[in-house]
């Protein structure tokens, strides 16, 4: 069974950074991408930025590309999420989602069919 366990969401103000973290079990770490969601209040859930654990290719929305880093630690099984300069309108839950590898890449945020539970980020301004 696939699990995905997020952690490292918080209180911080504008201009701060914070590192979510995603554990992931119940599967071949390395034969699947790993993207990151988030959801605001009223909002439709949107993704963030995802990473390919086989090969480290990573994609970003432009809304956080050049302050948000993705990466993955093979040995602990995790996917982190760096965000720098967070601004108020970074606030939401912020979810992982793992997919197996296709041959055929279906686009970066694309059928994501496991998910953590979520965690809150909320930026102050």
């Known amino acids: 069974e696939v699990q995905l366990v997020e952690s490292g969401g918080g209180l911080v103000q504008a201009g701060g950074s914070l590192r979510l973290s995603c554990v992931a079990s119940?599967?071949?770490?390395?034969?699947?991408?790993i993207a990151w969601f988030r959801q605001a209040p009223g909002k439709e859930r949107e993704g963030v930025s995802s990473?390919?654990?086989?090969?480290?290719?990573?994609y970003y929305a432009d809304s956080v590309r050049g302050r948000f880093t993705v990466s993955s630690d093979h040995a602990k099984n995790t996917v982190y999420l760096q965000m720098n300069n967070l601004k108020p309108e970074d606030t939401a839950v912020y979810y992982c989602?793992?997919?197996?590898?296709?041959?055929?890449?279906?686009?970066?945020?694309?059928?994501?069919?496991?998910w953590g539970q979520g965690t809150q980020v909320t930026v102050s301004s």
């Open positions: 990473i390919d654990t086989y090969d480290g290719s990573t």
């Open positions: 989602a793992a997919r197996p590898e296709s041959d055929v890449d279906p686009g970066p945020f694309a059928d994501f069919s496991s």
């Open positions: 119940g599967f071949a770490f390395g034969d699947y991408a």
